[in-house]
Each structure stands twice: as C-alpha cells, then as structure tokens.
C-alpha cells in the first residue's frame, strides 16, 4: 500500500502538469489573496459588510448628533464569541482528521 502511494507520488513529481487551485495564494502578499475576486467569497460578503456598516455610521450619528441613546449590549459579542470558537475548533478538529 505503501509502495504504491510512493509510485503515485513519483509520477506526479515526474509529470511537469500545472495545478490549477481555486484560490492563489501568495503568502508575501496578504492583501493580494484578499482582494481577489476568483475564488474568494469577498463577491458575496462585501454588500452585507457595507450594510453593517451603514447601521453603524447611523446608530453612531443617532448617538451623537441626535442624543438619541440606542443601547448596545454586550449579548452580541459573548454570542459571536461562541460562535466562532465553535467554527474554530470544528475546523481544526477537521485539519487534524486529514492529517
């Protein structure tokens, strides 16, 4: 099973084929990989991003220039706390699996 593996692996370094991966990582440039637009989910994330931000800048500007106090509570970010814990021990137990 082993050998066969090994064999496997040979002929791959021998044959010269170009491997086409979905996202192009370039590892001196973080920004780079971030920006791309082919394979990256930044398409789909970037309009509620900017939404997000929009009721911020309009909560901030009631708050301030309206005196209008809108509490904000801490509730969301012990929530999303959890939630992305959760996301990050999944995702290297997953890691860990393939390993």
């Keep these: ?9 040979d ?5 010269k084929e170009e491997v086409h991966y979905t996202v192009q990582y370039d590892s001196e440039s973080h920004l780079k990989v971030i920006k791309q637009m082919h394979g990256s ?3 789909k994330v970037l309009p509620w991003c900017i939404l997000n931000v929009c009721i ?3 909560v901030e500007y009631l ?3 309206r005196d209008a106090r809108i509490p904000v509570t801490v509730a969301g970010h ?3 706390t959890v939630f992305v814990a959760f996301l990050i021990v999944s995702r290297v ?4 699996k393939s390993y």
């Design 78 to 80: 012990k929530l999303l």
């Design 93 to 96: 137990t997953i890691s860990l």
């Design 56 to 58: 911020s800048v309009a």
């Design 11 to 15: 002929m791959a370094a021998n044959t």
């Design 63 to 65: 708050n301030i220039a």
């Design 41 to 43: 989910v930044l398409p």
């Design 1 to 9: 099973m082993a050998v066969k593996k090994e064999e496997e692996r």
